[in-house]
Structures are given as C-alpha cells and as structure tokens.
C-alpha cells in the first residue's frame, strides 16, 4: 500500500497534469511533515537527539523517569500502560521540553492485549488472512485504549525447530504462509490509517534468521548462507516490508559472524537500500550492549558505534546510545549526519503516527475489554486454528448417545496456561476453559466426570491416578486433556525432549486400560512428541495454547457445532532427533526411498542391504509424524486430477492449474486447497516442493468446486548464486492437493 501511494505520486509527477497533482495531496502532506523534522532536528542538541534514540522500560523510578523525559533524554517507553502516567508522561515530553516531541508507548501485544487469541503458530494454522487480521485489529483497539501505539509482532522468524520455545510466535516453517499472514497482522494492527489513534505500529521482528539458532537454543548462532536467506528467511520481511510495516526489529543472533544488530549488509544493504525502507529499525532488548558478549564489542561505546553505524537506530534497553553516542560523535567514530539520519526515521513515525497532533489518550478505555464481537472473534480464531490429526472410526465428534465424560489432565482447567506465553495483559479470570465450557454447555445433559490427576503438565505425582482411571471407568468416552504450561514456551524455553512432560504419558497409559475410547487433545506451545501414545488415542485434536475463549472453541469442535478445519503451520516431527525439519527441503544426491522401513521392522543384516543409502534416519525415517499443511475434517474431500491451461509458458505468461475438489463425506466442511511447484532443475538446487498458493473454502457434502490457481512466472522466481531473482527456463511440477504430502501433480515447462 505504502509503495502504491508513492508510485502514484511519482506517476502523477511525471504526468504532471493539474488534476492528478491536486489527487496527489499525501505528497504535499508529506513534504510538509519532512520540513517540520529537518525544522525540529535543526534545533536540537546532540543529546536530545541521541534522546530520541533512546528506549528504557516503564515503571521503576517514576519520578527519575519524568526528569529524564523532560531532559529530552527518551524518545520511546515500553512497556508502560498505565493511562494516567502516559498522559503525564507525554505532557511532560509536549509541554515542559523545549522541543514539544511526544513519546511513542511500545509493547508486545503478540497475540491479543486482554482478550487473548491463540498463539501465532496456531493462528498461522487457520491459513486465513482475515481470522489473524481480525486478531490483530482486537489486539489493537485494546491496547491503544490504554495509549500503547507500537507493538513489537509480527515475529516473522520462519522456525523449523519445535525445541525452540519460540517457535509459538512465529507463523510456521513456510515463507509463503508466512508472508501472507505477516501482512495481514501488519494490516490489521495498523489499520486504516497509522494516524488513527486505534492503530498501532507493527514491528517485522526478529530481523533476521532467528529461527534458525543452532539446535532449537534461544539466542544462538546461525549460519544462513545468501542463498536460504534470500529464499527462505527474508521473503515475509520483504512482503511485509512492501505492505507499509512501520518498523523492524534486529534480531538477537549473530548471523554469519556478525551479530543482526551490527549487521550492515542485513540493515542497509537490504533493508535499506534494496527495500527502501524508510521506518525506524530497533534493536532487541539490549542487543546493543550483548554485543559485548558476542565478543564484537570491546564496550559499550564499541557496541552502540558498530549499532547505529549498521542502522539501529533505537537502542531498546541498552543505554549505550545514551551514554556513549556524544563522546563517539565529537570522536569523530559516528558521524552526526549517521544521528540524523536515524532521528529522521523516529520523528517520521511520531508524525505518521499522529502523536504530534494528539499525544494522549482517553481515560476510560478499558470498557472496551474484552468486548463480546472481540470475544467472538477469539473463539472463531480459535475453532480455525484447531487442527484434527486423528480420528479413527469417526471417534469425533462425539455422538449424542454420550451420556457421561471422564475430563482427565492438566490442561481441562488451566486458565493461565491456556493463554500461552507472550500473554502480558490478559486476565486467566476471564479465561473460559474447556470444562468450564463443557460444564455450561452440557452441564445438565451429560455425566463429566473431572479428575485433574495432574497439577500442572511437569506433575510427577501419580497419587490420583486411581481416580483418573475410575472415572474413565465410569464412562462413555475419555478426554484427555495434555500438554505444556504456557511457562514451558516463548523466549529461553527451549527443550532437549519435547515428549509430554511430567507424568502425562503414564497417566494416558493408566487411563486407556479403562478400555474406553480416548479423546486426546493437546494444549501447546509447539507440537508435543507424541508417536509412542498416539495408538492409546481414538482421536487427536491439537489446540496449541488457544487464548481467553479456547475452551468453548474445544468444546463446540468436540461436540461437531464446529467441524475442524485448521492445518500445521509446520511439519508435526515423529521425534525430536529429525529437527530442524521442514518439508520445503532440497533432495540430496542420494534422496529417500517413497517408502522407507525402520530398522526395528527388519531383520539382523537386513538393515544394510534393505535400507540402502539413503539421507533418512534408520530409527525414524524420512517422513514426519504429520506433514505440513495436514489437518482432518469431519467429513471427507477428494481431489480430481489437475488440468493446465497449457504445458509450456513463456516469461511474463501465466499458467492456470484447476482441480476439481468434492465434499466426499456426509458434513459440510471447510477445505484449503494448497499449491505447490518444483522448479526440476536449476542453476541452484531447488526446494522438493514450494507452496505458492491457497484457496479456503466450505462445501456442503456432495457438492463439488473447480480450484484455479493462477500460477505466473514471478511465482517460478528464485534468488540465483548471483542474487537476481529470476526464473529459468526449464521443467516445473505443479502439485495440489489438501496438504504438502497428500497432491496431485502435473507438469509444464518455462520456455
Ligand atoms: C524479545 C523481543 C521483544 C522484546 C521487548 C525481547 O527479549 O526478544 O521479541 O519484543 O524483548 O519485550
């Protein structure tokens, strides 16, 4: 949107005629906001503009923190959502300092501010754009209610280990979804206009390769070369950099030797100079200073020269600039024009943001939380981001023969858990969880037999186990409710096992020698290990940590109100060993047999002569428990072959693919169709399957739709050895179908 307006302005500059100058007013607008900066930076001191490039928490010394606004030494504040001292705060910055600059709120309303949505990973399993803006846009008008106007999501980290914790945030493994959603989170966060006192800026974070730290451990090195960074990493900065994203955020890794916050090729060579970039990059909290560490920077005034020199131009937490930024300047190691620069991107976002023309915010937000259409929209969020994986003999939904439940786990009746991690705002008091839900919904019709067995998800006691299972006893059906504390997630929780923690996989064990069907639905941050117990489950349902209104989310899906629809935002692992895993991998020169055997099915000395060589696991294959873009209905869909418009197309040409898809079952149900290409061979090897497109939809059963896909050659495009990005002429397959694994293909060739 942002590069649309100034490509129209350019056009109409060229064209020069009246009518289109006088449609162009953005143009004059912003002219006008760049005289009111250079105005401001003309008469400002050094300090006052390092000020501005100065991020420090809220709360603490409240009184130090005033003498510190009014000295015009902080230009953002995090943190901080008390209304009251906002508006004081802001007064102080307008009114008691010389330069009348307004402060910018910041914080990270990852998933919802009160009314709490399910975490990123699961709400990338919706596929739909407009559930997650619809999310966002809630996160947003509750959070500037209290005067909060930036928020440090979307994270764009494409994350293909579940050992991270903080693969919750991200939107999944695949560039492509990821680009998709990243937008519409930017979308729906800014809203209509940024100077809408209900928007709030978006920030790309963690720029970039996060994802990718070593092992699946927080904060660790990684080695990206340019090729799968320009492929994989940069694609949804690039979408949502395209799409008007106000800001971005370095990330915490070192990348290839050089940490992101001092990374210059990242912050200008791409950033800023490919993209044209022209919002305010912060740092991480503190990463100017962890410099240090990295073993980059001698000290602080080392830290924040190699940081603002590279393009950060906020030190979130750090004090480096603050402390140090002076003295480098009058040294002559940053040059002043490098301060005004970055002061230039943070005073354009305080104009854009509408701050100068009104820095405050109303007392009395509040009455908007948790308003029913925002509590609404949590519940739809999290019906679509439920993904069915199981379901043998239509286990699910349960039948109205049911009169009694047994409702066994750690996870029936976790409000703070539910939430998931990044939840700072949201009260666990309005959380409805599953058998809260289950009790008002079916309270007076159905036997629920509750016993927790487990405190929390580490619980080791195994003291009401007997309980456990005498309810399950004393049932029609088991449900079964695991997982992980939302504690076990996000930043710095990463996992060596990523099994069900505690004695959940005992209790399960305990539980289905009661001999009744098992529902099993899992709460979590990431998906749980879970192989060796799924044969005890009838059907598997996964909720991730599903926000506020998870529990009737669960409950209508349970009972087939709602029919699941979600699908994995990233490959479900058989075990934790095959990570990183991603389905978007290269073949090697020796790539896995269709169907592997596992050493435990075969023989002494067969190992070697039925198994081949091959780059799979003898103990776990090639494939992953689940692929990525899998997920069940109720009912069933079948897809036709694929018909192309043609079979050879020309650079600039579009190829149409279609399949005719069918409600196969006897529910309606909605499906996402999901494309993907090969580019067969190529002057760089290529991913075994890319998706490049999706389409959602409901079909009532027996009814049929034909899928078009419009494919063009800027889909076929890849960075090459050389960084262009181009397509090249050769063989492509073309595959569909209702997840990455599960396609039809054909075939066609670029000319
Ligand atoms: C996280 C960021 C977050 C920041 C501010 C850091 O520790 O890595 O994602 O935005 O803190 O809270």
Not at 170 to 183: I, N, Q, R
């Amino acid at each position: 949107m942002k590069k649309s307006i100034i490509q129209n302005c350019l056009m109409a500059t060229l064209l020069s005629t009246a009518t289109l100058l006088t449609g162009c007013s953005s143009n004059s607008s912003q002219d006008q906001t760049e005289e009111k900066i250079n105005n401001l930076i003309s008469q400002m001191t050094l300090q006052e503009k390092i000020g501005q490039m100065n991020q420090i928490v809220g709360g603490g010394d409240i009184d130090q923190l005033k003498e510190e606004v009014k000295k015009g030494h902080i230009g953002s504040i995090l943190n901080e959502i008390d209304v009251k001292t906002i508006n004081e705060l802001q007064r102080i910055a307008v009114e008691e300092n010389h330069l009348g600059i307004p402060l910018i709120i910041a914080r990270d309303v990852i998933h919802g501010f009160k009314t709490v949505f399910p975490i990123p990973l699961a709400q990338a399993a919706t596929w739909n754009a407009d559930v997650v803006k619809a999310g966002a846009r809630v996160a947003a008008e509750e959070a500037t209610a209290v005067g909060v106007r930036w928020t440090f999501a979307p994270m764009l980290d494409i994350s293909r280990d579940a050992r991270w914790g903080r693969i919750i945030e991200s939107l999944g493994e695949d560039p492509y979804l990821a680009s998709k959603l990243g937008v519409a989170m930017v979308d729906g966060f800014q809203g209509e206009s940024l100077s809408q006192p209900n928007s709030m800026a978006a920030c790309a974070k963690h720029f970039c390769g996060y994802g990718a730290s070593e092992g699946g451990r927080d904060y660790n090195s990684t080695q990206i070369s340019e090729e799968q960074l320009r492929n994989f990493y940069l694609t949804p900065f690039k979408a949502v950099e395209e799409a008007g994203c106000a800001t971005f955020m370095s990330a915490f890794n070192d990348l290839n030797g050089i940490p992101c916050t001092a990374n210059q090729h990242l912050l200008k060579d791409i950033l800023r100079k490919e993209w044209g970039f022209d919002g305010v990059v912060v740092s991480d909290w503190g990463s100017v200073h962890e410099m240090i560490n990295h073993g980059l920077a001698a000290n602080g005034a080392e830290a924040a020269e190699q940081a603002v020199n590279a393009g950060v131009d906020i030190d979130m937490m750090g004090f480096d600039y603050i402390k140090n930024l002076e003295a480098s300047v009058k040294e002559g190691k940053v040059k002043e024009s490098t301060i005004d620069e970055a002061v230039r991107y943070i005073l354009r976002l305080k104009f854009r943001l509408g701050l100068f023309d009104n820095p405050y915010v109303k007392e009395g937000g509040e009455k908007t939380f948790y308003a029913p259409e925002y509590l609404q929209a949590a519940k739809e969020a999290a019906v679509k981001s439920c993904v069915l994986l199981k379901n043998s003999n239509n286990a699910l939904p349960l039948s109205e023969s049911v009169k009694s439940v047994a409702v066994i786990g750690p996870m029936a009746d976790a409000p703070h858990d539910q939430l998931g991690a990044w939840t700072m705002d949201g009260d666990k008091e309005h959380t409805i969880t599953p058998l809260r839900a289950l009790r008002e919904q079916y309270g007076d019709k159905i036997k629920i037999n509750y016993v927790q067995a487990l405190e929390f998800s580490r619980d080791r006691n195994t003291s009401n186990f007997a309980a456990a299972v005498n309810a399950a006893r004393s049932s029609d059906v088991v449900l079964f409710f695991a997982g992980e504390e939302s504690s076990l997630t996000g930043e710095a929780k990463c996992l060596a096992d990523i099994t069900l923690p505690g004695a959940q996989k005992e209790l399960l064990a305990a539980v289905s020698k009661a001999g009744k069907p098992i529902v099993l639905i899992i709460l979590a941050g990431r998906p749980v290990e879970i192989h060796k117990e799924l044969p005890m489950a009838d059907a598997f349902l996964y909720a991730w940590h599903p926000g506020t209104m998870g529990g009737p989310a669960i409950v209508d899906l349970l009972f087939g109100k709602e029919t699941p629809s979600g699908k994995l935002s990233v490959s479900y692992p058989l075990t934790v060993g095959q990570l990183p895993y991603y389905y978007n991998h290269k073949n090697t020169g020796r790539p896995a047999h269709e169907k592997v055997q596992l050493m435990d099915d075969l023989q002494q000395n067969e190992v070697q002569t039925s198994l081949g060589m091959t780059c799979y696991y003898l103990d776990a294959g090639k494939d992953p428990l689940y692929p990525f873009g899998y997920g069940l209905s109720y009912t069933t869909f079948s897809y036709g072959d694929i018909q192309l418009s043609t079979d050879n197309i020309k650079e600039g040409q579009n190829i149409k693919a279609s399949v005719i898809v069918k409600n196969t079952g006897t529910r309606k149900g909605m499906e996402t169709v999901q494309l993907y290409i090969r580019d067969m061979f190529a002057s760089l090897t290529r991913p075994v399957k890319e998706l490049k497109g999706f389409q959602q939809f409901t079909l009532e059963p027996n009814e049929t739709k034909t899928v078009e896909f419009t494919i063009s050659t800027e889909e076929l495009k890849f960075f090459n050895a050389a960084n262009e990005f181009v397509a090249e002429p050769g063989e492509f397959s073309v595959f569909i179908g209702g997840n990455s694994r599960d396609v039809k293909e054909s075939k066609f060739t670029l000319n």
